[in-house]
């Protein structure tokens, strides 16, 4: 309380930073359950039951072959993954606690430093999902085998990003208009579960359907992460530049609008909710 603070060299500064990123992120990950492990394995069992859902599906709608040549539940988890990261990611962040936050009133806490963990730690708690998961299918079911892992795991940091650009820019308007937020928040994510691709090839689309899709970057990360995973897979209707490009648009746009956001702050706002 009355510890005297002196200036800092630029590492003690990002030591400092660093500092205070990895206890928020602790704090984020035991606040849905009070045994970190616990919340990881609730995560895990999310996204198996998910990759289960959509295996009886295409199976009783006799789907299964319309997918790719090779791995039937690798081709679901290249479009469940990437859509389970960019969809928790964006909630996660857009749920950040903003500029009027009892945590705020902190010293050294920050409203980036609240962006940050809740990126952080969501990233965290999806890769450690998805490698147990890859693990146990590759051990205990079926040995898998990924064309171009590093390339593929890139897709997954890049459905990430965009993420985070898209729940940035949901925060920076959430203290103004909150139920509006809440409502595209869960609207988005919703609507993702279609529009994302994650349920059929790209390729095959015809073009006025393909059109219906290639908004949103989601769909050309997972289109690409099957190009990357999938040795007889090229995909023709993505790009990688393309969800770069929103993500980096979508990050500016938001970092300027809770910039603003964060001048006009107001411990009123509170009361909006």
Same mark, same amino acid.
């Given at each position: 309380?009355?510890?005297?603070?002196?200036?800092?060299?630029?590492?003690?500064?990002?030591?400092?930073?660093?500092?205070?990123?990895?206890?928020?992120? /602790?704090?984020? /990950?035991?606040?849905?359950?009070?045994?970190?492990? *616990?919340?990881?394995?609730?995560?895990?069992?999310?996204?198996?039951?998910?990759?289960?859902?959509?295996?009886?599906?295409?199976?009783?709608?006799?789907?299964?072959?319309?997918?790719?040549?090779?791995? +039937?539940?690798?081709?679901?988890?290249?479009?469940?993954?990437?859509?389970?990261?960019?969809?928790?990611? *964006?909630?996660?962040?857009?749920?950040?606690?903003?500029?009027?936050? =009892?945590? *705020?009133?902190?010293?050294?806490?920050?409203t980036?430093?609240?962006?940050?963990?809740?990126?952080?730690?969501?990233?965290?708690i999806?890769?450690?999902?998805?490698f147990?998961?890859?693990?146990?299918?590759?051990v205990?079911?079926?040995?898998?085998?990924?064309?171009?892992p590093?390339?593929?795991?890139?897709?997954?940091?890049?459905?990430? +990003?965009?993420?985070?650009? /898209?729940?940035?820019?949901?925060?920076?308007?959430?203290?103004?208009?909150?139920?509006?937020?809440?409502?595209?928040?869960?609207?988005?994510?919703?609507?993702?579960m279609?529009?994302?691709?994650? *349920?059929?090839?790209?390729?095959?689309?015809?073009?006025?359907?393909?059109?219906? +899709?290639?908004?949103? =970057?989601?769909?050309?990360?997972?289109?690409?992460?099957?190009?990357?995973?999938?040795?007889?897979?090229? =995909?023709?209707?993505?790009?990688?530049?393309?969800?770069?490009?929103?993500?980096?648009?979508?990050?500016?746009?938001?970092?300027?609008?809770?910039? +603003?956001?964060?001048?006009?702050?107001?411990?009123?706002?509170?009361?909006?909710?």
């Amino acid at each position: 309380m009355f510890e005297k603070t002196g200036p800092k060299t630029s590492l003690q500064s990002v030591f400092a930073i660093s500092e205070l990123v990895y206890h928020s992120i /602790v704090r984020k /990950v035991r606040k849905k359950h009070g045994n970190a492990l *616990m919340s990881i394995l609730l995560n895990m069992m999310q996204t198996a039951i998910l990759v289960l859902v959509f295996y009886l599906m295409f199976s009783v709608l006799g789907m299964r072959g319309a997918a790719l040549r090779g791995d +039937f539940l690798l081709y679901l988890m290249t479009g469940i993954f990437n859509f389970m990261t960019h969809t928790k990611t *964006m909630g996660a962040v857009a749920a950040a606690e903003g500029p009027a936050s =009892p945590m *705020m009133k902190h010293a050294p806490m920050n409203t980036a430093i609240a962006i940050l963990a809740a990126a952080i730690g969501t990233l965290y708690i999806q890769m450690l999902s998805l490698f147990s998961i890859l693990f146990i299918y590759h051990v205990a079911i079926t040995p898998i085998v990924v064309d171009d892992p590093v390339n593929a795991i890139g897709m997954v940091l890049l459905s990430w +990003f965009t993420g985070a650009g /898209v729940g940035l820019v949901l925060l920076s308007i959430k203290p103004w208009y909150p139920n509006f937020v809440q409502l595209m928040t869960t609207i988005y994510a919703r609507a993702n579960m279609i529009a994302s691709g994650k *349920m059929f090839v790209a390729n095959t689309l015809p073009s006025f359907m393909l059109a219906m +899709f290639d908004w949103n =970057p989601l769909f050309h990360t997972i289109d690409q992460a099957r190009g990357y995973t999938f040795i007889n897979y090229v =995909p023709r209707n993505s790009t990688t530049d393309y969800p770069l490009y929103v993500g980096l648009a979508l990050l500016v746009i938001g970092m300027m609008g809770e910039f +603003f956001t964060r001048r006009q702050a107001s411990l009123s706002w509170g009361s909006k909710r």
